[in-house]
């Protein structure tokens, strides 16, 4: 079939504009980028989470005990929606490796010999599982073994229950149970200082005196069992054996931390892209209007030919669908693209062994139709403007606006401008919605910028408050078991420990009404300096009240109290005392949902003599090395935290990773930025060109009227300038207030910096398509453009 | 003798801002059918303004326009379309022909919407732009161009051809190719035609010649004969 001539006009037509076809697409492109990359990232992380999960059989339910026979085992199978039991040990214990200075930390974890256990699956990347009767045979979890260079065949020392035993290493493994692998007490992950180390049932029992018994259990339940009650059926069954309460596994903590981090960028999906769309859709929107605008003369020779106004429109729909095919083209590869290596990224943090990425259809369609319709609109409006002319008023050029002799122009003002600098002052106020559409362009583009890149800001930020302002210690030593607190004087008499601050946390529910959160309790001294409360909305430190709780201020809205109201506590630890407190303070904090409470009042409340399960040191850093040869023969420390090390990791995963994402936002925000002022520039030439190139007969040289058209839009955007920048700080307000996971929230906070690299950005990118217009003025053919109508 | 269209006390007053513009003030007009009339009068007399009403393009302020037995006064968009659509071709002093088009794609984008049209290759052959289908309008002449246009609004087979200063943008060499093209479409579909000029000379290609002054026909001149295009001189 022949194509009809006014398609072919389309194809043409698209063709002939293809600068600026491909400028709009880049902003449609950008827009839906954005979204597709989000969301897929999104969605493939969520079913790879969920794959890995299931194909290894991530248990559902989890508990600890001191020590519980075998034969709890059968009662425990019985419970109604229980459909397997994997009952182990688990202990943590120090790892000595050569030439590592500082202690790390081990916890241990039973399998069967030679066989999977029938929850919690090893993915085993090297070698193979413990062998039957081998007692030293030990798998590492794979990050942990690569961070010390540990191979199959290898040795390494570890003190358990107070023996030193040498294992050999007959393979790395991955496991869905430690995603995150996170030490006792510890933040962030290090996979220098912890690692999970399996062992067979039989050796690892034996070594703990848990033969015949275990002290971790983990269910897989029925489809549709009723977790609560199992949990409940489960810590009534465990409770004479010391269990301390068994959790689901959203409370897991791998789980927990990264179901967090996938709400982090289930929050970061959905507001960034969706203000992307938002702003791309109404660039587009606006582009294509004025575009569709300077065909007005075409317009109306094809109502006058007979074609009727819907006819036209649809030309023009045919002629929009172009553009954002287009764009969507683009944006889909980009943004498939760009989920693909943002999920990588994630899925490479996290060890996935597994990875299920698809582009996600519904971001396409949502992305897709959301752009065509705003295209469709902004392209419609045009043309029916253009339609509703007679047509022998649309072929001609708009009549020439009656310039309203302005008192003030022709007096003051006028004096002092130049004859060209006239002409543009009078061009943008004769064309006001035309010069705010240019402005809101640039300003959204530039608002977009700095949304993106101050997310760099907030979280350095972030960090300088959390480990510079709030803490001060160097060392925070986690202890297995709660010490009297004479332990403060024993680590005072460590080598080079300049200062020494005993602290307890306890994990505990604060209840209030129906909410309950499971959470901890934190005990500080009342002079506490190493680690004290730290306000972060005042950047002050809180004292310590001798009774009652302070909370943080995300804790204190989710139970809905402030202060002076009660909190029900029931601490899950020691002789689980339960009691009402009141709130005595509220502080504000970036990380986590703290709970304080003085340690002597703590003590007080778990009827125990001052004690203290964790300290934190200041430590000479001259003596560091035998600061640590000594840590690592004290037999009760469990845990040691180095903040520096805390700050590296901070700074290698956390903002890496979100930097890699805004990293990603910011291109896209420049691809947006350009096509908006690459099209106004075009779009100006055209609109333009006639009276430009009179100009030009009169006599003005090419400088001249390049001084006019683009100092045209170079005013333009210098007055949008400071209107992007308020909107980016606007549109920071609006994420930092729905950036609010229980793990983290974002301070806003945008560094002055921020604004200028936004702003250079904006101009770089008006200076490039200036270069390329000006270029297409250099080359205007005077007589052609004043011969012709279009 | 037939009357193909009929306009009546036309008026039309453009109001821009302030300024109120009478480009016509009464203006009274037959086209007999199969006639060619010249219109002449002086620039801003009001002549493009009378075309356009009389073509449907635009609407007068008051007075009626009737074509065959349609009344065009008062009829609403829709209608105007089709009147445009299936009975008028337009040429207009600036070609207006489509850039993105070829010749014949431009003859072909308003075949394609016509009752019974002509194939675009022929009616390019009538203006004898034959070898020149595939030509962009850049790439071609501006009289050239305008035959193009021509071939355009004859396409269609309209029973008027309205041409708006046809020779306008063109050197007398190449308007009198264009009048040509146009005296034989005339003469050979036998289509009611109305020229557009400010060159008097063109007056006597006429069967009439109406003089169009201050918005209104001042005096109408018969000729007895009609001189042939090529006979012109200016
Ligand atoms: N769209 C318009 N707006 C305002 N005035 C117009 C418009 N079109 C024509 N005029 C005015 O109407 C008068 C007649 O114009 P026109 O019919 O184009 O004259 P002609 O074709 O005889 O040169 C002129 O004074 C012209 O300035
Ligand atoms: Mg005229």
Same mark, same amino acid.
């Given at each position: 079939?022949?194509?009809?001539?006014?398609?072919?006009?389309?194809?043409?037509?698209?063709?002939?504009?293809?600068?600026?076809?491909?400028?709009?697409?880049?902003?449609?492109?950008?827009?839906?980028?954005?979204?597709?990359?989000?969301?897929?990232?999104?969605?493939?992380?969520?079913?790879?989470?969920? /794959?890995?999960?299931?194909?290894?059989?991530?248990?559902?339910?989890?508990?600890?005990?001191?020590?519980?026979?075998?034969?709890?085992?059968?009662?425990?199978? /019985?419970?109604?929606?229980?459909?397997?039991?994997?009952?182990?040990?688990?202990?943590?214990?120090?790892?000595?490796?050569?030439?590592?200075?500082?202690?790390?930390?081990?916890?241990?974890?039973?399998?069967?010999?030679?066989?999977?256990?029938?929850?919690?699956?090893?993915?085993?990347?090297?070698?193979?599982?413990?062998?039957?009767?081998?007692?030293?045979?030990?798998?590492?979890?794979?990050?942990?073994?690569?961070?010390?260079?540990?191979?199959?065949?290898?040795?390494?020392?570890?003190?358990?229950?107070?023996?030193?035993?040498?294992?050999?290493?007959?393979?790395?493994?991955?496991?869905?149970?430690?995603?995150?692998?996170?030490?006792?007490?510890?933040?962030?992950?290090?996979?220098?200082?912890?690692?999970?180390?399996?062992?067979?049932?039989?050796?690892?029992?034996?070594?703990?005196?848990?033969?015949?018994?275990?002290?971790?259990?983990?269910?897989?339940?029925?489809?549709?069992?009723?977790?609560?009650?199992?949990?409940?059926?489960?810590?009534?069954?465990?409770?004479?054996?010391?269990?301390?309460?068994?959790?689901?596994?959203?409370?897991?903590?791998?789980?927990?931390?990264?179901?967090?981090?996938?709400?982090?960028?289930?929050?970061?999906?959905?507001?960034?892209?969706?203000?992307?769309?938002?702003?791309?859709?109404?660039?587009?929107?606006?582009?294509?209007?004025?575009?569709?605008?300077?065909?007005?003369?075409?317009?109306?020779?094809?109502?006058?030919?007979?074609?009727?106004?819907?006819?036209?429109?649809?030309?023009?729909?045919?002629?929009?669908?172009?553009?954002?095919?287009?764009?969507?083209?683009?944006?889909?590869?980009?943004?498939?693209?760009?989920?693909?290596?943002?999920?990588?990224?994630?899925? &490479?943090?996290?060890?996935?062994?597994?990875?299920?990425?698809?582009?996600?259809?519904?971001?396409?369609?949502?992305?897709?139709?959301?752009?065509?319709?705003?295209?469709?609109?902004?392209?419609?409006?045009?043309?029916?403007?253009?339609?509703?002319?007679?047509?022998?008023?649309?072929?001609?050029?708009?009549?020439?606006?009656?310039?309203?002799?302005?008192?003030?122009?022709?007096?003051?003002?006028?004096?002092?401008?130049?004859?060209?600098?006239?002409?543009?002052?009078?061009?943008?106020?004769?064309?006001?919605?035309?010069?705010?559409?240019?402005?809101?362009?640039?300003?959204?583009?530039?608002?977009?910028?700095?949304?993106?890149?101050?997310?760099?800001?907030?979280?350095?930020? #972030?960090?300088?408050?959390?480990?510079?302002?709030?803490?001060?210690?160097?060392?925070?030593?986690?202890?297995?078991?709660?010490?009297?607190?004479?332990?403060?004087?024993?680590?005072?008499?460590?080598?080079?420990?300049?200062?020494?601050?005993?602290?307890?946390?306890?994990?505990?529910?604060?209840?209030?009404?129906?909410?309950?959160?499971?959470?901890?309790?934190?005990?500080?001294?009342?002079?506490?300096?190493?680690?004290?409360?730290?306000?972060?909305?005042?950047?002050?430190?809180?004292?310590?009240?001798?009774?009652?709780?302070?909370?943080?201020?995300?804790?204190?809205?989710?139970?809905?109290?402030?202060?002076?109201?009660?909190?029900?506590?029931?601490?899950?630890?020691?002789?689980?005392?339960?009691?009402?407190?009141?709130?005595?303070?509220?502080?504000?904090?970036?990380?986590?949902?703290?709970?304080?409470?003085?340690?002597?009042?703590?003590?007080?409340?778990?009827?125990?003599?001052?004690?203290?399960?964790?300290?934190?040191?200041?430590?000479?850093?001259?003596?560091?090395?035998? =600061?640590?040869?000594?840590?690592?023969?004290?037999?009760?420390?469990?845990?040691?935290?180095?903040?520096?090390?805390?700050?590296?990791?901070?700074?290698?995963?956390?903002?890496?990773?979100?930097?890699?994402?805004?990293?990603?936002?910011?291109?896209?925000?420049?691809?947006?930025?350009?096509?908006?002022?690459?099209?106004?520039?075009?779009?100006?030439?055209?609109?333009?060109?006639?009276?430009? @190139?009179?100009?030009?007969?009169?006599?003005?040289?090419?400088?001249?009227?390049?001084?006019?058209?683009?100092?045209?839009?170079?005013?333009?955007?210098?007055?949008?300038?400071?209107?992007?920048?308020?909107?980016?700080?606007?549109?920071?307000?609006?994420?930092?207030?729905?950036?609010?996971?229980?793990?983290?929230?974002?301070?806003?906070?945008?560094?002055?910096?921020?604004?200028?690299?936004?702003?250079?950005?904006?101009?770089?990118?008006?200076?490039?398509?200036?270069?390329?217009?000006?270029?297409?003025? &250099?080359?205007?053919?005077?007589?052609?453009?004043?011969?012709?109508?279009? | 003798?037939?009357?193909?269209?009929?306009?009546?006390?036309?008026?039309?007053?453009?109001?821009?801002?302030?300024?109120?513009?009478?480009?016509?003030?009464? /203006?009274?007009?037959?086209?007999?059918?199969?006639?060619?009339?010249?219109?002449?009068?002086?620039?801003?007399?009001?002549?493009?303004?009378?075309?356009?009403?009389?073509?449907?393009? &635009?609407?007068?302020?008051?007075?009626?326009?009737?074509?065959?037995?349609?009344?065009?006064?008062?009829?609403?968009?829709?209608?105007?379309?089709?009147?445009?659509?299936?009975?008028?071709?337009?040429?207009?002093? =600036?070609?207006?022909?489509?850039?993105?088009?070829?010749?014949?794609?431009?003859? @072909?984008?308003?075949?394609?919407? /016509?009752?019974?049209?002509?194939?675009?290759?022929?009616?390019?052959?009538?203006?004898?732009? &034959?070898?020149?289908?595939?030509?962009?309008?850049?790439? #071609?002449?501006?009289?050239?161009?305008?035959?193009?246009?021509?071939?355009?609004?004859?396409?269609?087979?309209?029973?008027?051809?309205?041409?708006?200063?046809?020779?306008?943008?063109?050197?007398?060499?190449?308007?009198?190719?264009?009048?040509?093209?146009?005296?034989?479409?005339?003469?050979?579909?036998?289509?009611?035609?109305?020229?557009?000029?400010?060159?008097?000379?063109?007056?006597?290609?006429?069967?009439?010649? #109406?003089?169009?002054?201050?918005?209104?026909?001042?005096?109408?001149?018969?000729?007895?004969?009609?001189?042939?295009?090529?006979?012109?001189?200016?």
């Amino acid at each position: 079939m022949v194509m009809r001539a006014i398609d072919r006009k389309v194809l043409r037509d698209l063709w002939h504009l293809r600068g600026q076809v491909l400028a709009i697409g880049m902003v449609v492109a950008a827009g839906i980028a954005a979204l597709i990359m989000s969301l897929s990232t999104l969605e493939a992380l969520d079913e790879t989470t969920a /794959a890995y999960y299931e194909r290894y059989r991530f248990g559902d339910v989890f508990a600890w005990v001191k020590r519980a026979p075998e034969s709890v085992e059968q009662r425990i199978a /019985a419970v109604p929606g229980v459909r397997t039991v994997q009952a182990r040990v688990s202990r943590f214990a120090t790892v000595d490796i050569e030439g590592f200075a500082e202690p790390v930390m081990g916890q241990f974890v039973s399998v069967p010999a030679e066989r999977q256990p029938v929850l919690n699956q090893l993915v085993l990347r090297s070698g193979r599982l413990p062998g039957e009767g081998a007692e030293d045979e030990v798998i590492l979890n794979e990050p942990f073994a690569e961070a010390h260079n540990l191979a199959s065949g290898e040795q390494i020392v570890a003190v358990i229950n107070g023996h030193r035993r040498e294992l050999r290493i007959v393979g790395t493994a991955l496991s869905p149970e430690f995603v995150y692998a996170l030490g006792p007490g510890a933040l962030m992950p290090d996979d220098r200082r912890f690692g999970i180390l399996w062992m067979s049932h039989e050796s690892l029992a034996a070594a703990y005196d848990l033969k015949g018994a275990f002290n971790s259990v983990s269910l897989g339940l029925e489809r549709g069992a009723n977790t609560a009650q199992v949990l409940q059926q489960l810590d009534r069954i465990l409770e004479p054996y010391g269990g301390v309460g068994a959790i689901a596994r959203e409370d897991q903590l791998s789980n927990w931390f990264v179901m967090n981090e996938m709400e982090q960028l289930r929050t970061m999906s959905m507001i960034l892209p969706t203000i992307f769309l938002v702003i791309s859709a109404f660039l587009t929107n606006m582009v294509l209007g004025r575009l569709v605008a300077t065909e007005r003369g075409q317009i109306g020779l094809m109502k006058a030919f007979g074609y009727s106004s819907s006819e036209v429109g649809l030309h023009y729909a045919k002629f929009v669908i172009g553009i954002v095919f287009v764009g969507s083209v683009i944006g889909i590869v980009a943004g498939t693209w760009l989920g693909r290596m943002n999920t990588q990224m994630y899925a &490479d943090l996290f060890r996935f062994p597994i990875l299920l990425y698809r582009p996600s259809t519904t971001a396409i369609a949502i992305a897709v139709s959301v752009s065509l319709a705003s295209a469709l609109l902004g392209s419609v409006g045009a043309v029916r403007r253009a339609a509703r002319l007679p047509p022998a008023q649309a072929m001609n050029p708009p009549a020439p606006t009656v310039f309203h002799r302005m008192r003030a122009w022709n007096t003051r003002a006028a004096r002092w401008l130049d004859q060209g600098s006239r002409i543009i002052v009078r061009n943008i106020l004769r064309s006001p919605t035309r010069s705010t559409m240019t402005m809101l362009g640039v300003a959204a583009a530039v608002g977009l910028l700095v949304l993106a890149m101050q997310w760099n800001d907030s979280l350095n930020y #972030l960090g300088q408050s959390y480990f510079f302002h709030a803490q001060h210690q160097d060392a925070t030593i986690g202890l297995a078991e709660p010490q009297s607190d004479t332990i403060v004087r024993d680590f005072e008499h460590l080598p080079g420990v300049l200062a020494v601050e005993p602290m307890r946390i306890v994990s505990a529910d604060l209840s209030v009404g129906p909410v309950t959160h499971r959470g901890s309790l934190t005990g500080l001294k009342s002079d506490a300096w190493l680690q004290p409360i730290f306000d972060d909305a005042t950047a002050r430190v809180v004292p310590v009240p001798p009774d009652g709780l302070v909370l943080g201020t995300v804790l204190a809205d989710k139970l809905g109290v402030s202060i002076g109201d009660r909190v029900w506590l029931e601490i899950l630890e020691g002789r689980r005392p339960e009691v009402a407190l009141p709130v005595v303070g509220l502080v504000e904090t970036y990380i986590a949902m703290p709970a304080f409470i003085n340690i002597d009042a703590l003590n007080r409340m778990l009827k125990e003599r001052p004690s203290a399960e964790y300290v934190n040191l200041l430590i000479d850093s001259r003596h560091e090395a035998e =600061f640590y040869a000594r840590l690592k023969e004290l037999p009760m420390v469990s845990a040691v935290m180095l903040r520096q090390a805390a700050i590296d990791s901070f700074y290698n995963t956390i903002v890496e990773h979100i930097m890699v994402f805004i990293t990603l936002f910011s291109s896209l925000a420049c691809a947006l930025g350009f096509g908006v002022a690459y099209n106004s520039a075009r779009i100006a030439l055209s609109e333009r060109g006639r009276e430009l @190139a009179t100009l030009r007969v009169l006599g003005f040289s090419r400088g001249e009227i390049s001084y006019i058209l683009l100092g045209e839009t170079g005013l333009l955007i210098t007055i949008a300038l400071p209107f992007g920048c308020l909107l980016g700080r606007g549109l920071s307000e609006l994420m930092a207030a729905s950036f609010n996971t229980e793990l983290f929230r974002i301070p806003l906070k945008i560094e002055p910096s921020t604004y200028g690299l936004a702003v250079i950005i904006a101009l770089a990118a008006t200076l490039i398509s200036a270069l390329i217009v000006r270029h297409r003025l &250099d080359h205007l053919d005077i007589v052609e453009v004043l011969k012709t109508r279009e | 003798m037939i009357t193909t269209l009929t306009a009546r006390d036309l008026t039309k007053i453009y109001r821009t801002g302030e300024v109120e513009v009478h480009a016509l003030r009464g /203006a009274n007009l037959d086209l007999y059918e199969g006639e060619l009339v010249v219109i002449l009068g002086p620039s801003g007399s009001g002549k493009s303004t009378l075309l356009n009403i009389i073509g449907g393009l &635009d609407t007068p302020t008051s007075g009626s326009v009737r074509f065959r037995d349609h009344q065009l006064t008062g009829a609403d968009e829709s209608e105007l379309t089709r009147f445009r659509r299936d009975h008028v071709g337009f040429v207009f002093q =600036f070609y207006n022909l489509i850039p993105s088009l070829t010749a014949e794609e431009n003859v @072909a984008l308003v075949t394609e919407i /016509a009752k019974r049209p002509l194939d675009p290759a022929k009616a390019l052959g009538i203006v004898g732009l &034959d070898k020149r289908l595939h030509h962009f309008p850049a790439q #071609l002449s501006g009289g050239e161009q305008q035959r193009v246009a021509i071939a355009r609004a004859i396409a269609k087979q309209p029973e008027i051809l309205l041409c708006d200063e046809p020779t306008g943008a063109l050197d007398s060499e190449t308007g009198i190719l264009v009048l040509e093209a146009i005296d034989q479409v005339n003469r050979e579909l036998g289509t009611t035609t109305a020229v557009i000029t400010h060159n008097t000379v063109i007056g006597s290609m006429a069967d009439r010649v #109406l003089h169009v002054a201050d918005g209104v026909i001042a005096s109408i001149e018969e000729n007895a004969v009609r001189r042939a295009a090529a006979e012109l001189a200016w």
